[in-house]
């Protein structure tokens, strides 16, 4: 399997800087909200970076966090899926990988927040390498974290971070599910949260998606393992509040869909097809979005002109 790109071509780019391509089939999108009315809020989205320890690939996330920077954001989100392969891997195994992921976030110049996902459960599999740690470990000590789910303020902004994972023992392997204890201390947040307080969260299973409709046909269930299954439930939770938006991966493509007042953006990947090319029509990339008073501007932006080849 090979990136797409060389190594003699990225050090190229950097010498004339990052090329970041708007691509017609990501025109920039605007939709009507309600804002903090405190100024422009300018993030970064970028998800599913399955970064491998590879030159090639680690050369790919040095261009793309520099693409990033170019943006100037004041926040930059990550959807998870930071490593590729550690579910059924242990923490040595998987040390290089993180070794690469962590200098593509070092790079990245503005204040950083990361959410779990599926390939960052190191060692989930009791028999691949599991020494009966917690498969989350390696996530919260590589990112400095306690736990794996927060909440913070920006700009009069309440950003929520959830972990939307659980193992299961079925084929599936894992399913996306958003905890008891989570959920208890969601409503404890709202509970505290004035409700016109716009509220923006985070997570790496969708939520919402058309994704399967549209490429299995509109009466195709979507599996455990590609969406939260107690959306319903979490959702209700915000109905009273200003859920403006929700950012969420794992899915390789760029989406957008509005539903009761709410703008659902699914992040593409910053690897695309896991580094072989487009998926779907999504190359690899990142989300540009801008909060205004009243409104979210976003723009799918691809941080490298080559397309490999296409998975889909």
């Known amino acids: 399997m090979t990136s797409g790109i060389s190594r003699r071509r990225f050090l190229k780019s950097l010498g004339a800087g990052a090329a970041v391509v708007a691509s017609p089939g990501y025109a920039r999108t605007t939709r009507s909200m309600r804002g903090s009315g405190r100024g422009d809020l300018r993030l970064v989205f970028y998800t599913d970076i399955h970064a491998d320890g590879r030159d090639e690939t680690s050369a790919a996330l040095a261009m793309a966090a520099e693409a990033m920077n170019a943006q100037n954001p004041d926040l930059v989100l990550c959807g ?45 599999l009791q028999n691949n390498g599991h020494d009966g ?5 390696d996530f919260k000590r590589h990112l400095g974290l306690s736990r794996t789910y927060d909440s913070f303020e920006a700009l009069g902004y309440r950003f929520i971070l959830l972990d939307s994972l659980r193992i299961s023992n079925d084929s599936h392997r894992y399913e996306g599910w958003i905890s008891s204890e989570q ?5 404890e947040l709202l509970a505290s949260t004035p409700r016109d307080v716009p509220i ?19 009466t195709f269930q979507a599996q455990a393992n590609r969406v939260v299954l107690n959306n319903v439930e ?30 659902f ?8 097809g896991w580094w072989r090319g487009p998926y779907y029509g999504t190359a690899r990339g990142f989300t540009s979005i801008t909060l205004k008073d009243d409104r979210i501007e976003w723009e799918y932006l691809t941080y490298d002109s080559s397309t490999g080849h296409p998975d889909q």
């Not at 959920?183 to 409503?187: A, G, L, P, V």
């Not at 957008?256 to 703008?263: D, H, M």
């Not at 953006?265 to 695309?272: D, K, M, Y």
Request: charged share 15%; proline share 3%; aromatic share 8%.
């Open 80 to 124: 998870g899926d930071l490593i590729s392969g550690g579910f059924a891997s242990n923490s040595k195994e998987m040390a290089p990988r993180w070794n690469a992921y962590m200098n593509m976030a070092r790079a990245i110049r503005a204040e950083h927040h990361a959410v779990l996902g599926n390939h960052d459960l190191v060692g989930a």
């Open 200 to 218: 923006v969260l985070l997570l790496h299973m969708p939520l919402l998606t058309t994704f399967f409709a549209a490429t299995k046909g509109t």
């Open 265 to 272: 953006l699914t992040g593409g990947a910053l690897c695309g």
């Open 234 to 263: 979490i959702l209700d939770l915000f109905a009273r509040h200003n859920l403006i938006l929700l950012l969420q991966g794992h899915l390789h493509v760029s989406e957008a869909i509005y539903w009761r007042g709410s703008t």
């Open 183 to 187: 959920t208890e201390w969601i409503r």
């Open 133 to 137: 740690t917690d498969p989350r470990s």
